[in-house]
């Protein structure tokens, strides 16, 4: 006896939207940041993008094209037109439905850079039967026509905001669908589970209850393993998206701009003799040997009496609650003061480097009292640059456990992924309970449907509109 569990049936339950081409207007707008550079890109996608193209462009006239229509996956070049007149000269493309971004008819046309040829190109496809786009709705028709799942269409714009090669990498993955094909396979591997316990439920001669139940265990927590596996990744992925928030702290004029200039590699932050320099925080990503950092330089922390002093002090403390790590940095030709016994107390829960600065000038900083911190401060001197190598392996061991390594694995770098992930598995580990516990077969179907519930809206089927609004709305316009 063999009952297919078909997941196309399944999700089509749950209105599934994918796959059935939608029939909406034609959108146009600016696909790349207007300003000074070589080329801008107008991008047309709909049904009345050839249409458009038609009206408003001109062939370069030469004896061999002319008249000749608009070539699909040709680049034609010639002129944009208004009411007769040139505006200027182009490069287009017509790409025809199905084979493209949207699935639609999509034409793009490379005028000049700057801010004026791309913004009177737009206004003229803005006079025929079209619209501005919104933002991500190129990439939202992708995946409404079902080019493209939601995992893929929310690396799009994870490609876009990337501020390192590693977080580049991860969502360059989950485009090419690495991470709905593990979703996918377990989607079916669940549906298999289910389909062996309609059986039971159906035609409880064809099997024995207990065997089927004892392989639904076993595969049930193969697959809470397989999840939780994924789940464990999240906190690597949201570092290497969102880079490590590193606040660097301490009294003044110990050297933390200089360190921040150091750790950049550029004079980003004004660095003087004088205590109080730095008065407000100033952030920057950094790309240290592969390690993503956000990096943060603050205001030496000491009472003040200068009011904005004191607003940067209280800055410098409230960036702290939010950070990753904290690299607290000394003096080493000072000796320990009340400041730094303050934010030593200060940061006492958080993840801390501990740096002794300027190891090149005799060492007055005794830390009786702090054994810990004794044993586990690094030495650097940021004017002889010395040190930086430690800080970075520090940082390797605390985040990625000695090493790091993108090549094979697969990273969940998105909140929501998370936590449906973390919903399925709670699911799924009902579902144990439930055989422990005796319950009957149909008990444990509807949390291994809502398991399914959880994983299908991780790659689109069955989602919201209020959802993929949502999710498109992060994207910029033009994609
Ligand atoms: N000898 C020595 N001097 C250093 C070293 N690092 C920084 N300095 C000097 O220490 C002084 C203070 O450096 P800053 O980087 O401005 O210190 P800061 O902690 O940012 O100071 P505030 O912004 O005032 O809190 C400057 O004169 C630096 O040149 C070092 O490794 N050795
Ligand atoms: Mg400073």
Do not use: W
């Amino acid at each position: 006896m063999c009952i297919m569990y078909n997941k196309k049936l399944y999700f089509s339950f749950k209105l599934e939207r994918n796959g059935d081409m939608m029939r909406e207007d034609t959108i146009a707008s600016i696909a790349t940041f207007p300003g000074n550079a070589g080329i801008n890109i107008i991008r047309i996608s709909g049904d009345n993008a050839l249409n458009i193209a038609e009206n408003i462009f001109e062939k370069k006239k030469n004896k061999s094209n002319i008249n000749m229509n608009l070539k699909p996956r040709y680049l034609h070049y010639g002129f944009i037109l208004d009411e007769g007149k040139v505006v200027d000269e182009v490069l287009l493309s017509y790409m025809k439905a199905p084979n493209t971004y949207t699935k639609e008819d999509i034409v793009e046309i490379n005028c000049h850079g700057g801010v004026i040829s791309a913004k009177k190109i737009l206004d003229i496809v803005l006079n025929y039967d079209c619209r501005l786009a919104e933002r991500g709705e190129f990439t939202k028709r992708a995946f409404l026509n079902g080019r493209i799942d939601l995992t893929q269409a929310e690396a799009v714009i994870d490609i876009i905001n990337s501020k390192t090669d590693s977080s580049h990498e991860i969502s360059v993955n989950h485009l090419e669908g690495r991470l709905s094909k593990e979703i996918n396979n377990t989607i079916d591997d669940i549906m298999d589970l289910l389909a062996n316990i309609e059986v039971n439920i159906d035609f409880p001669e064809y099997d024995e209850d207990e065997i089927t139940i004892s392989k639904a265990k076993e595969k049930c927590s193969e697959i809470v393993y397989k999840i939780d596996k994924l789940i464990q990744t999240a906190d690597t992925g949201k570092i290497f998206k969102e880079g490590i928030k590193t606040v660097i702290l301490g009294k003044p004029n110990v050297g933390k701009s200089s360190l921040m200039n150091f750790l950049l590699n550029e004079n980003r932050a004004i660095v003087t003799e004088i205590p109080g320099t730095t008065r407000d925080t100033i952030e920057e990503y950094v790309n240290i040997k592969g390690i993503p950092l956000r990096i943060i330089d603050t205001a030496g922390i000491r009472e003040t009496e200068d009011i904005v002093e004191k607003i940067g002090v209280e800055k410098a403390l409230s960036k702290v609650d939010e950070a990753d790590l904290v690299i607290m940095v000394f003096d080493s030709s000072r000796e320990l003061e009340e400041e730094d016994k303050k934010i030593i107390e200060y940061i006492e829960n958080k993840k801390v480097i501990y740096i002794n600065n300027k190891s090149d000038l005799d060492n007055k900083l005794e830390l009786q009292n702090y054994d810990y911190i004794k044993q586990n401060i690094i030495n650097i001197s940021v004017l002889k640059s010395t040190g930086l190598q430690e800080i970075i392996n520090k940082i390797t061991d605390m985040f990625f456990k000695g090493s790091i390594n993108l090549d094979n694995d697969l990273i969940i770098n998105n909140l929501r992924h998370k936590n449906l992930l973390i919903k399925a598995k709670n699911s799924l580990k009902e579902v144990l309970k439930s055989i422990d516990d005796g319950f009957s077969i149909d008990f444990i179907e509807i949390d291994l449907k809502d398991a399914l519930e959880s994983l299908g809206l991780i790659v689109g089927k069955a989602v919201s509109d209020d959802l993929i609004d949502k999710i498109f709305e992060e994207f910029c316009i033009g994609k």
